[in-house]
């Protein structure tokens, strides 16, 4: 092949190999094992946590929440020798834990699995975080489950029972490890060994509470998994909840790959006849020989290696470059008009190299600075999150919502700055904060929210409310009111801000099902349970911020008495079915406020976070009330009883229980 044609034949393999990593795995044979687990060699995906060497798949909470996490380990593992036509047979160790603070509030469960897809995190409940709610074909795996609720959509047999699945959790094959003394949800350590032999065509579940592997196996299914296990696969472990507070650990893991044979260097034949003739070399030096040997060695080795090293940085490099460009332009093409286009530089100078010392906020996206821009002495806040495809979806998520809306009780975004494998958003500075600091730590900025302050506030979260819920071309959701992101501007005016799980949604079509977030405390107990979010869910948390507004306290506060957690809901009901609604209002007010305006405000509240969606208010009905254009609701002075579809009775005491 001519040199220019070899060049350009070497370069596309590299870009297609970048574009396809499984084209870059051979067929070796690969281990690992970690007795202490550290993110250098894990992604972890969904609400999985690392913590002291112990990976925790789901929420770890007091109170009930649907939570969906997955952990992979990082590199694609071959399991198909196309050289040979071997498939390789696997063996995994590792230990598991599932703990309970609420016994009674069991499920759903976890999973080991295999799969081609290294991005693999599906809805939480049932569905063990391996498969959408919404895509139930997408995802496609192989997968050992350990299932702690009798879900008689996959044809559970029970609460505590081991299963092969694979592109389906309905179970091909599963078994109860009670019989072997197994409890998955005792809360031990379970220490579990899967073997897959290929030549058998056979898999075994053992499992113990010691590090003794068991002679029998807890799970044996005879199956030929060499049409499921492609060239690269990506092993890890998911786990879920759905209304509840089980807790899914994972403390140590190995794996390894087996049966591929090392690879040899293929024989050449040569044709040879009866009338050859041998032909005398005279002797050469044994140490020029030796010496010419080893370097045209060197040199047949050292070239080649050297040029597919160049071609390999080049092709990563120009394909990285490809990539951020089109990050770039597809962010662009979101922002047709608004927000400016900051620099990377100017940003960093302004905030004096992202410095600690300018950090005003922390959020799930990331951190929040202060910024003085020097030229036109304006000051802004800026929100960096590092690149990534988690981080990288909030932000599109966030810009592409709050760059279309204008409202004066919403943060108004002035910019935007993808440079350096970062992301920023730049917002108007908001003097006095968040709500939440005002509220609880105002002594910081030696000032205290009034009473007609607290009303502005009740009335300007409104308002922004009913513009996102019934005046956009499209309703948005926002999903996590909270009063951490309700900033005050110079004049106490309220602004809704941080959109990073707001949803945008036809006002004439249903909320479709997404998995639970928020922050607790302010979730609406159906969006717990069915993890729908809807106007009625926001609704419910601006009932719990207005009730905090009234009170000064938070959604779930320890009694400094009895040092019991007491939901904020349920203690003003309380207080409001006794006839002494009024002893509910803040303390630190010292009574000056209108006390028909206080009740108001706090039956508003109420009437808001109603247990039973159906009764809430909307947000524009509230706005009318609260600016005197409409009556008041009526509020039972008993708090409902909550009852969901399934038949199953709930009080708000099940939902956020009382605990130490």
Known sequence: MPP????????????????HPSFLVFANNVSFDFSFLSIRNLTLLGDSYLRNGVIGLTRDVTVPSSSSGTAIYNYPIPF????????ASFSTRFTFSIDNVNPSSYGDGLAFFLSQDNRILGSAGGFLGLVNSSQLTKNKFVAIEFDTKHDTYFSDPNDNHVGLDIDSLESIKIADPILKGIDLKSGEPITTWIDYKNDLGLLKVFMSHSKLKPAKAVLSVQIDLSGYLKEAMYVGFSGSTEGSTELHLIQSWSFRTYAFLPVRPKAHPHNVSDSSVTVMVPPISRSNHKHNKVLGLGLGIAGPAFFCVFLVVF??????????????????????TGPKEYNYKELSSATKGFHSSRIIGRGSFGNVYKAHFGTSGDVAA??????????KADFVAELSIIACLRHKNLVQLQGWCVEKDELLLVYEFMPYGSLDKMLYQEREFGMFLTWSHRKKI??????ALTYLHQECEQQVIHRDIKTSNVMLDGNFNARLGDFGLARLMDHDKSPVSTLTAGTMGYLAPEYLHYGKATEKTDVFSYGVVILELACGKRPIERDPES????NLVDWVWGLYGEGKIIEAADERLNKEFNEEEMKKLLLVGLSCANPDSLERPTIRRILQILNGEAEPVLVPKTKPTLTFSCGLQLTLDDIVSDCE
Do not use: P
């Open 4 to 19: 220019r044609k070899l060049h350009v034949f070497a370069l596309l393999f590299v870009f297609f190999n970048f574009k």
């Open 80 to 87: 198909f020798d196309s050289e040979s036509n071997t498939t």
């Open 315 to 336: 092709g990563y490099f120009s394909i990285k470059k490809w990539q951020k460009i089109q990050v770039v332009k597809s962010l662009k093409a979101e922002l047709v």
């Open 382 to 391: 800026v929100k960096r999150s590092k690149h990534s495809h988690e981080g």
């Open 458 to 463: 009740a009335v300007g979260l409104a308002s």
């Open 563 to 566: 040092q019991i957690m007491v």
